[in-house]
């Protein structure tokens, strides 16, 4: 599925379209702050992956990017860059989530609609379903509130019926996964488990970013997101999920902007993951030696 946005004009996804608003960015592919939100930092201890990542970042040249990943076991951290990206199809876990969560305030278990969309939501990244359930939810509304629960900081939700402009951060994104895999979460174990079965089962044509880092034979849990631009055709693709490394388990989100190609998109996330990975493996690994 492609995504085209245009300042003022109409965003296709599937058969539904969604009526655009205006972002300063909306044509440069440049990143934001989010108003009213504080300043992104990396958390407190978090290994710096500038130097790690530079061969990539150099090769793709004007490419904007930002990466996070957590390490389940030590609870420690490794990011690169701190801006602030729309998120494509990746916000449809946090949409998954904050409907669970509604669900559970509720005392009730989903319909088996709620089920089938959802289903297709995550598994196919299917657009029309999305955009059911980014109304059922509240659309940005309900999805800020539930952030706050999930423990999210830097993401708001699209304005109207434009969930694929909300904005967050690769640590950001992080957060959420560790909310949808971590047993410190407002999310039920039941909830977890759900989400994390569809994260598991993603369409295979959508095997693809961060799944790239991990080791081979090993399962992961996925979801991305790919937009391109009506006025420059440049490319914001996302990646986020759970992948296991050299033995270790890493919640990990990248996000970029500015890709010339989907493909070129793809291959820039794929490199930045895997350089990620391996670096934060070695370091991990270091400091239990050491």
Do not use: C
Not at 221 to 230: E, I, P, T, Y
């Amino acid at each position: 599925m492609t995504w085209a946005v245009a300042v003022g004009a109409v965003l296709l996804g599937a058969a539904t379209s969604y009526a655009a608003y205006h972002l300063n960015r909306a044509d440069t592919g440049a990143s934001t702050v989010l108003p009213g939100h504080l300043p992104v930092f990396a958390p407190p201890g978090s290994l710096d992956l500038s130097s790690q990542l530079a061969p990539v970042t150099s090769l793709f040249g004007a490419d904007n990017m930002s990466v996070a990943l957590l390490d389940k076991e030590t609870e420690k951290w490794a990011t690169y860059g701190g801006d602030v990206f729309d998120t494509a199809s990746i916000v449809k876990v946090d949409i998954l989530s904050t409907l669970l969560l509604q669900a559970q305030d509720a005392d009730r278990a989903l319909a088996a609609e709620e089920r089938d969309l959802t289903t297709d939501m995550i598994e196919n990244s299917d657009n029309d379903a999305t955009s059911t359930l980014w109304t059922a939810i509240g659309s940005a509304a309900g999805l800020d509130k539930a952030n706050q629960r999930l423990g999210l900081k830097q993401t708001r939700g699209g304005e109207g019926t434009v969930w694929g402009l909300t904005q967050t951060t690769a640590v950001d994104q992080v957060r959420l996964l560790a909310a949808v895999f971590g047993d410190k979460s407002p999310l039920n174990a039941e909830s977890r488990s759900y989400v994390r079965h569809l994260m598991y089962h993603i369409a295979p044509d959508q095997d693809w970013g961060v799944s790239a880092a991990a080791d081979t034979g090993k399962p992961t849990a996925l979801k991305n997101g790919w937009l391109q631009r009506s006025q420059t055709h440049m490319w914001d693709v996302n990646s986020v999920g759970r992948i296991e490394k050299n033995g270790r388990t890493f919640y990990m989100a990248v996000l970029s902007n500015g890709a010339g190609t989907e493909d070129s998109g793809i291959e820039f996330v794929e490199q930045a993951a895997r350089s990620a990975a391996t670096a934060f493996a070695k370091s991990l690994s270091r400091a239990v030696t050491s």
